[in-house]
């Protein structure tokens, strides 16, 4: 990708551009009090949480972002107006207008997330059936940009995901034409192996390439699927994803969207 920055969870001007447009209108103060802390300041103390995994509360005052409570309220109040859905359509309008979307396939591949939590979007881990844990379903496509991403509990069944994260690719425009949704293959392991399933997605006018139960590996589709595995190591390069620590199943959303949006922004500017 880019060199890596010495401060990411300082916003640069390019980012800010296209986020700031799609934040909410905030509410006028009904009494007087300390000025509201400016969204810009905010969003720099949301992602030095996301990037360094530290607790809300312990975040550094010196750093001028406001307080762990002032940047908790900002993220939940933007994810529930749906800013950071937005943002990724639009970045990915840009990677399509530049043709620089690769629709000839797509990969899935969910890793396991351990965490605390005991909320409905959490459950026995597949790591560690003692301990609460959540999946990121994740859909890319040939390159690795992340088309989809999905928050379940870690006793969901894998292949259980695959319709509705389908479902989650936004119609992306940017070129002469309808806008597109769908690749034209679909990769995944063999967790996938279903019949059922594969029909479905046949119905939806995309190739399923899904490897087989009970056959030995060799299938090649390691050649292929490697840039799923990238991905999902950059969205676990947030340390706030590794593990869950967030009760609200809303909240841990948010970083999971917010860091899609930093990754597909990277690909914006290398590709662009």
């Known amino acids: 990708m880019a060199k890596r920055n010495s401060r990411p969870w300082i916003v640069s001007d390019e980012l ?8 909410p209108v905030p509410a006028p103060k009904l009494v007087s009090g300390r000025p509201r802390v400016p969204d810009r300041q905010a969003l720099c103390g949301i992602l030095f949480v996301l990037h360094t995994g530290i607790q809300w509360e312990y975040l550094p005052q010196e750093l001028g972002f406001g307080s762990g409570m002032t940047c908790w309220r900002r993220l939940a ?19 399509r207008s530049a043709k620089q979307l690769d629709w000839s396939r797509a990969g899935k591949r969910l890793p396991p997330c351990p965490g605390r939590s005991t909320r409905p979007k959490s459950g026995p881990s597949p790591v560690d059936r003692a301990r609460p844990g959540s999946k990121h379903h994740v859909l890319v496509d040939g390159q690795g940009i992340p088309l989809a991403v999905s928050l379940t509990g870690g006793n969901r069944n894998d292949v ?3 319709l509705p994260l389908l479902a989650k690719v936004p119609s992306v425009a940017g070129l002469v034409g309808r806008p597109r ?13 279903h019949d059922k399933y594969r029909r479905l997605v046949w119905a939806q006018g995309i190739k399923p390439v899904i490897a087989r139960r009970g056959v030995p590996h ?21 340390r706030r994803l590794r593990v ?29």
């Open 16 to 23: 800010w551009l296209l986020i700031e447009p799609l934040l």
């Open 77 to 95: 109040a933007w994810n529930e107006a749906g800013v950071w859905d937005q943002l990724h359509l639009v970045l990915l309008k840009k990677l």
């Open 160 to 162: 259980t995901q695959l």
């Open 181 to 193: 949704r769908r690749p034209d293959t679909l990769l995944a392991d063999r967790g996938y192996d």
């Open 218 to 238: 060799g299938s090649g589709l390691g050649v292929h699927r490697w840039v799923v595995e990238r991905t999902i190591a950059w969205l676990h390069g947030f």
């Open 244 to 272: 869950r620590w967030e009760r609200r199943d809303d909240i841990h959303e948010a970083f999971l969207g917010l860091a899609t949006c930093l990754i597909t922004h990277r690909h914006v500017q290398r590709l662009c």
